[in-house]
């Protein structure tokens, strides 16, 4: 696929975030499921892998919630975002709370380009159903990623119940976020996402799920992976 062909739903996905920037840090706003999913995100990460002092990149940062979260943690913090905006608000929350987080307005592949190896954490939460690419995008985190080090991937799984409950439940009954976020044919099921990891050294070391109550706003993690899971791999530390 060409460039251009895969520059135009690209710029499409930039702009929709972009309009909404404004409202990231509302736990009320459009991003209200977020702030929800954010905390046991945040404790899946740690809880399969050290962050204390250690190298982390969250790739497709949004305003920074999830960047945020991982500085408290102790962890060297850089991310990535296209959205300009996104980019902008993430670091002026950043500094009005006071937190060193090396922020960057480009993709995963124009990062990777100029650095390799160099993170001991990669996050990547609900992006990889918004790129043209999922397979490029995975090549890049296995460039930035150090032998040994963990990759923590967050998405919506694609069957029957993830579209009832994650688009039509979500986007056009419940409107708890807005319409057209998430395409179905766009989302992964856990053995594709695995298996395009696969094939650039990143090993599947577990699936679990998250469990969003939309009534009570809550979010927990769960073993049912059939709607949103985490995915965590590890790259292999000798791929030969």
Partial sequence: ?????????????????????HEFW??????KPLHALNAPRVAYVAQRSALSQRRVL?????????AEALTRHGAHVSALDM?????????LHA?????????????AEQF???????FDVITCMELIEHVPSPA??????????RPGGDLFISTINRNLRSFLLAIVGAEYLLRLIPRGTHEYARLLRPAELARLARAEHLALCDIGGLDYN????????TADASVNYLAHFRREVDPA
Avoid: W
């Fill in 112 to 118: 990777a380009a100029q650095t390799t190896a160099a």
């Fill in 214 to 221: 939309p009534f009570s706003n809550t979010a927990r993690l």
């Fill in 1 to 21: 696929m060409n460039s251009t062909a895969t520059a135009a739903p690209m710029d499409t996905e930039i702009r929709k975030f972009d309009a909404l920037a």
């Fill in 83 to 91: 959205a300009p905006a996104m980019i902008e608000v993430a670091r």
């Fill in 136 to 145: 490029a995008l995975l090549a890049a985190i296995a460039t930035l990623l």
């Fill in 58 to 66: 969250d790739i497709g940062c949004g305003g920074g919630l999830l």
């Fill in 95 to 107: 500094h009005e709370s006071q937190l060193q987080i090396d922020y960057h307005l480009c993709s």
């Fill in 26 to 31: 509302d736990p009320r706003g459009a991003f």
